[in-house]
Structure formats: C-alpha cells, structure tokens
C-alpha cells in the first residue's frame, strides 16, 4: 500500500518496510512453530502451517534471487548496460601503447560486436544465452591472454625489457581481460536472474494470500468448534 498510494508515501520508506518484511517473514514462522509446540494437529491447523512453511520457503528463495540482481540489500539495481559499459570502459584501458594491447583491444571489441543483444523473452532463454556467453568469455579469455603473452614476448625480446617490465605489462593486459569476462558474464547473469525474479513474484503473492485464507479458516475453526 506505501507504493501503490501516494497518500501513504510518508509512513516510512520503502527499505524500512522491506527489512520489516523481511524480519516478520522469519519471526512469524518461529512463533508458530511454538504455538503449534512443533507437532501437527487437525486438518485446518496443518493447512494453515504448511502454507506459512511454503511461504517462507519461497521467501527464502526470493532473498536470493534479490541479492543476485541489487547491490547490496537496499542498493539500486545494478542494470546490464550499466556493467557492459563498465566492460568497455575496462577494454579502453589498454591504450595503444603495444602490439598486444592493441590486438587485445581488438579482440574484445569484436567480441562485444558479436554479443547478441536481444533479450530474451523467457527465463529459459535467458539462462541458455547465459550459459553461452559465459562458455565464450572462457574461451576468449583463454586464447586472448595467450596470444597476448606470445606478443609481449616478442616485444619484450626486440625492446631489451627486464623480465620484471614484461610480466607487469602481462599482468596488466590479463586483469583487464579477465574484468572485461567477468563482466560480461555478469550482464548475462542479471538478465536470466531478473526474468527469474519476475516469475517469482507472480508466484509468491498468490502464496501468501492462500497463507492468510488458511490462517483465517484456521483461526475461525479453533474458536467455533
């Protein structure tokens, strides 16, 4: 209701209400289990708490599936253009100033050319194209930092560098491609969590208006008979 009507938007803010969600969600099933004295009993009583059990469950489930697409508990969220352009930012960093850094450069603009950026529709689609761009981001970043390494060598031979000044600049090229991958894969992993989260939601409310009916008949049950 502190979303839905703008009249309410002064009591409390919307984290406030979330961490009181959250909270409730775990107290409440506690405090049942020793109402209930951790046993069963009649029909209605075991209704009503095997549909909190299963709320809670899918309360847990959701938790998760939040952390994976919010920074932090109460962050904004961390959005897929934001993380590939954080990704190209990464590739800029290697400058032109060597042979290896410019085929690097190359490399993963192309790659980032050929990312397909349609989103899929379902979470099924999402999770295929995730798991193929992150089989591809393994393998550019394996024949990437290899090649790059071939070519820093052969510089390092022809501009007499100490083997210290070569390993700092292979360093420095596999860090930027390895951040550019994981990324990368990142974006890919918002997109399938997000369309999960979706899902998830339409399935969670029906849950717990099913919860409030089975606590309400319960409740009637206990005082009328």
């Known amino acids: 209701m502190r979303k839905r009507f703008r009249s309410l938007r002064g009591m409390g803010s919307v984290p406030f209400w979330f961490r009181t969600h959250m909270l409730l969600g775990v107290a409440g099933p506690v405090l049942i289990l020793f109402h209930a004295n951790f046993r069963l009993g009649a029909l209605n009583s075991n209704v009503a708490f095997f549909a909190m059990l299963i709320v809670a469950i899918s309360g847990v489930i959701g938790r998760y599936i939040y952390g994976k697409i919010h920074m932090g508990l109460h962050g904004g969220r961390a959005r897929v253009k934001e993380l590939v352009a954080e990704a190209e930012a990464m590739r800029t960093e290697l400058g032109q100033e060597m042979q290896a850094a410019s085929f690097v450069s190359r490399e993963l603009a192309a790659f980032s050319k050929g990312l397909d950026n349609k989103v899929p529709l379902t979470a099924l689609g999402s999770l295929r194209t995730g798991a193929i761009i992150a089989a591809r981001t393994r393998r550019l970043r394996a024949n990437v930092v290899a090649e790059a390494r071939r070519l820093i060598r052969a510089e ?34 918002l997109t399938f969590f997000e369309r999960l989260f979706s899902l998830w939601h339409v399935l969670h409310l029906p849950l717990f208006f099913l919860m409030l009916l089975a606590g309400v008949v319960h409740v009637w049950a206990v005082h009328h008979y």
């Open 156 to 189: 390092a031979r022809l501009a007499r560098w100490s083997w210290s000044e070569r390993r700092r600049r292979e360093k420095r090229i596999e860090a930027v491609v390895r951040r550019y991958a994981a990324a990368v894969r990142k974006a890919a992993e």
